[in-house]
């Protein structure tokens, strides 16, 4: 069992990547493998809308000068799939968005490739837009046909300055409890 985490932060090891690592810590905690993919530093290219892989249908984009091919493997062999972003111009960041944009579409090339798989979005706002980051995010995964698990609250924090986040501590319960269900989850689907 293997939940792959992405960080969509141009700020690597800031506050969503704290948030993202609290949900880890506790699938580690329960069996599961992990592993957190800070997209901080990186060109990823949008969609070009070129539907290539909707003709080719090899489950990979034909954009191959940065590494979204590779992560679109990882989000396949991976039983749950945790995306964080902060929030920006009260939307996810377009690193976020250009991973969402293209995983989305290859994977819909061939039908039910991330289907039954469990997906949780975390958002990260200093004041307004975490919620609809948090929306956003989560129409990725109800549009695959994966499955959605809850949490204590809304999968949001609310922080500025790096490690901020820390203070927050309802947001901290709520990667605890969302950590426990998407472990409960994985489990029951995988039985
Ligand atoms: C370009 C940009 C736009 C932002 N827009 C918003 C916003 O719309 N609403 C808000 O509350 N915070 C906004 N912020 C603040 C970040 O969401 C906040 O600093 C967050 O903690 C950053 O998370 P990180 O440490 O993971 O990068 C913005 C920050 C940047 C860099």
Same mark, same amino acid.
């Given at each position: 069992?293997?939940?792959?985490?992405?960080?969509?932060?141009?700020?690597?090891?800031?506050?969503?990547?704290?948030?993202?690592?609290?949900?880890?810590?506790?699938?580690?905690?329960?069996?599961?493998?992990?592993?957190?993919?800070?997209?901080?530093?990186?060109?990823?290219?949008?969609?070009?809308?070129?539907?290539?892989?909707?003709?080719?249908?090899?489950?990979?984009?034909?954009?191959?000068?940065?590494?979204?091919?590779?992560?679109?493997?990882?989000?396949?062999?991976?039983?749950?799939?945790?995306?964080?972003? /902060?929030?920006?111009?009260?939307?996810?960041?377009?690193?976020?968005? !250009?991973?969402?944009? =293209? &995983? #989305?579409?290859? @994977?819909?090339?061939? /039908?039910?490739?991330?289907?039954?798989?469990?997906?949780?979005?975390? !958002?990260?706002?200093? =004041? &307004? #837009?975490?919620? @609809?980051?948090?929306?956003?995010?989560?129409?990725?995964?109800?549009?695959?046909?994966?499955?959605?698990?809850?949490?204590?609250?809304?999968?949001?924090?609310?922080?500025?300055?790096?490690?901020?986040?820390?203070?927050?501590?309802?947001?901290?319960?709520?990667?605890?409890?969302?950590?426990?269900?998407?472990?409960?989850?994985?489990?029951?689907?995988?039985?």
């Amino acid at each position: 069992m293997k939940v792959v985490a992405f960080n969509g932060s141009a700020r690597k090891d800031g506050n969503t990547a704290v948030l993202l690592k609290r949900v880890l810590k506790v699938l580690a905690a329960e069996g599961i493998e992990t592993e957190l993919i800070q997209l901080a530093g990186e060109q990823i290219h949008g969609c070009t809308a070129c539907r290539a892989c909707f003709e080719t249908k090899n489950q990979r984009c034909v954009i191959t000068d940065d590494k979204v091919n590779e992560y679109i493997q990882k989000m396949i062999q991976a039983d749950g799939i945790l995306l964080g972003s /902060p929030t920006y111009f009260a939307m996810m960041s377009p690193e976020m968005k !250009a991973l969402i944009d =293209r &995983a #989305g579409f290859v @994977t819909r090339a061939t /039908p039910d490739t991330l289907k039954y798989k469990v997906g949780a979005a975390v !958002a990260v706002a200093r =004041r &307004a #837009g975490a919620m @609809t980051t948090f929306d956003a995010i989560n129409h990725f995964f109800l549009i695959s046909q994966m499955i959605v698990p809850g949490s204590s609250y809304w999968n949001i924090g609310v922080a500025n300055k790096k490690n901020e986040i820390e203070t927050d501590t309802e947001a901290l319960k709520t990667m605890d409890d969302l950590g426990k269900n998407m472990a409960w989850l994985i489990k029951k689907l995988k039985t």
